[in-house]
């Protein structure tokens, strides 16, 4: 029987973990332990989050305003991408829906006919979180906050995920998780499975446990260092492998967005928060120094630097599995994708729910562990050809890193899926992935790539038709912000941090 599960480490992905066992399957029937070296510490970065956390609250049953005061919190309606496309260009990826899709077909079909009639080419006019963020106004329709009859707004956060991790500690040492301190130095294993039975801290006492959940960060202490179970290196495709981030000083208004500026060996991001800015310039050191970078990194600035800018370094990529023997790894001991599309907190989320469905009873099924690998292989490689597709597909030849990701071979999955793009205007999603067809079409139509054609299904009303719909839908968008409150205002009035 699996009665004893040990989570190495205390980071975002241990105290998450952590939290979602204890809530969903309790602490009655099984002992929950955590093990975590403040000594150590966290990776101490990770900011931006995508809708889906969401769930995650809900799960555990948070009060959404009071994890955003905990958390510093403030909204995020999307990602905002600046020279990426080509200097002094910029476009929006957005949560939420495209205008309306209509007749059996995506909306984006009769913006591509309305663009052949010399429409505008600024898609986001059909969007209200884009138009909400451009615009600092947000507001919360579910719940007693919204009109009711305002279709909801889709939105995620901008959070402070080190006071995430305390949050849900205190969460989960309520519901009988118990705290270890100290620092791993090695585990016992059993001669005859080869499965963990003990962890053995440095100052000599051990942990026992049937199941042990690894996330002790990049070196993934157990998933590799004691399973070695591999690493896909895809830094031929996402070659950024540094990151030098330091926080600055809060701005007067606190936009409901994230900022992603091309750079000339990688990309910044700012965050705004309640009570600071996040920055970090990612970048690939083959292209810039550590000093170069730090140098632009400081100047680029926009406020007062709060702490001294540290560097973080890592590999982009997935572990090649991440449950081995009683052993599953979760978080960046699972791999790491860069911070592009704030997909890691989700990803530990994903991995989560799929521990949950298949959680251990009486043994450690074969089949179970393969399809749990399987399935978070998949996750991984899907998010991963988005992310590439915002590097290759550019117009930029400034640098020699843009020279590089643009004439670099892309995985086949990929390079078959623009092409289908660039002809039809179809990016072929998959039920099973994260990003959708309206993130699709952001990214490759923000960085400039227009379809040729478009479904014939849009051709089969008139042209007044077409314009009398899509003003209505413009119409509706507007409507739709100027009712909202101002983003601030919002923050103020539910859930502004003490
Ligand atoms: P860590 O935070 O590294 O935690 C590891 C834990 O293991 C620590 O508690 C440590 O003490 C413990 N530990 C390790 N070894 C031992 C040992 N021997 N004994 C005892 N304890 C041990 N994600 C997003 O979703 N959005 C973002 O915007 C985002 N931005 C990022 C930017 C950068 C530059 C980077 C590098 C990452 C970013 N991420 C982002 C990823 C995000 O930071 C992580 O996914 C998240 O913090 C989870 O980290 P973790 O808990 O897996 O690891």
């Known amino acids: 029987m699996i009665k004893n599960v040990v989570i190495l480490g205390g980071g975002t992905a241990g105290w998450m973990t952590a939290a979602a066992i204890a809530k969903t399957v309790g602490t009655k029937n099984i002992s929950l332990t955590l093990v975590e070296s403040e000594e150590i510490g966290t990776v101490g970065v990770g900011e931006a989050t995508i809708p889906m956390i969401s769930l995650f609250n809900n799960v555990l049953g948070i009060d959404e305003n009071e994890f955003i005061r905990e958390t510093n919190a403030t909204f995020k309606l999307g990602i905002e991408f600046c020279d990426w496309r080509k200097k002094g260009h910029s476009y929006f990826h957005p949560f939420g829906l495209l205008g309306v899709d209509m007749d059996g077909i995506s909306f984006t079909h009769y913006w591509y006919r ?41 939105y995620a956060f901008q959070f402070d995920a080190g006071r995430f991790a305390k949050y849900l500690r205190r969460f989960s040492e309520k519901l009988g998780v118990t705290r270890i301190e100290g620092k791993v130095d090695h585990v016992k294993q059993c001669e005859v499975t080869g499965n963990i039975n003990e962890l053995v801290l440095a100052d000599g006492n051990s942990v026992s446990g049937d199941f042990f959940i690894d996330c002790t960060g990049f070196k993934g202490m157990l998933i590799e260092g004691v399973f070695n179970a591999g690493f896909d290196d895809w830094s031929h495709w996402l070659p950024v492998n540094k990151a030098v981030a330091a926080p600055c000083e809060a701005a007067t208004k606190a936009v409901p967005y994230t900022k992603s500026t091309a750079l000339e060996a990688g990309w910044k991001w700012r965050i705004p928060l309640q009570n600071r800015v996040g920055n970090g310039y990612v970048y690939c050191d083959q292209y810039i120094s550590d000093d170069e970078a730090h140098n632009r990194f400081v100047n680029s600035l926009e406020g007062e630097l709060l702490a001294d800018p540290k560097i973080l370094r890592f590999t982009t990529g997935k572990r090649k599995s991440c449950w081995e023997k009683n052993c599953l790894a979760i978080g960046l001991s699972g791999g790491f994708l860069e911070p592009l599309e704030s997909t890691s907190i989700h990803l530990i989320q994903v991995a989560i729910a799929k521990l949950l469905a298949m959680f251990p009873r009486e043994e450690i099924s074969d089949v179970m562990r393969a399809r749990f690998n399987e399935e978070m292989s998949a996750d991984y490689d899907n998010i991963k050809d988005f992310l590439i597709a915002h590097y290759h597909v550019t117009e930029r030849d400034d640098t020699e890193f843009w020279r590089y990701v643009r ?40 960085q400039g790539m227009m379809p040729e054609s478009y479904h014939r299904v849009a051709d089969a009303i008139s042209d007044d038709e077409l314009q009398t719909r899509l003003t209505n839908i413009r119409n509706g968008v507007k409507k739709r912000i100027e009712m909202m409150p101002e983003h601030n205002a919002f923050i103020d009035q539910h859930c502004r941090a003490k």
Do not use: C, H
């Open 114 to 154: 309305w663009m052949k009639m010399g429409g505008s080419p600024d898609y986001t006019i059909f969007n209200a979180e884009t138009q909400a963020a451009r615009a600092a106004k947000f507001i919360r329709t579910k719940g007693e906050t919204g009109p009711k009859l305002m279709p909801s707004i889709n």
């Open 407 to 446: 004439n670099m071979q892309i995985p086949q999955t990929l390079a078959d899926r623009l092409e289908i793009f660039k002809a039809r205007g179809e990016a072929l999603v998959r039920q099973t992935e994260l990003f959708k067809e309206v993130s699709w079409f952001s990214v490759l139509v923000g």
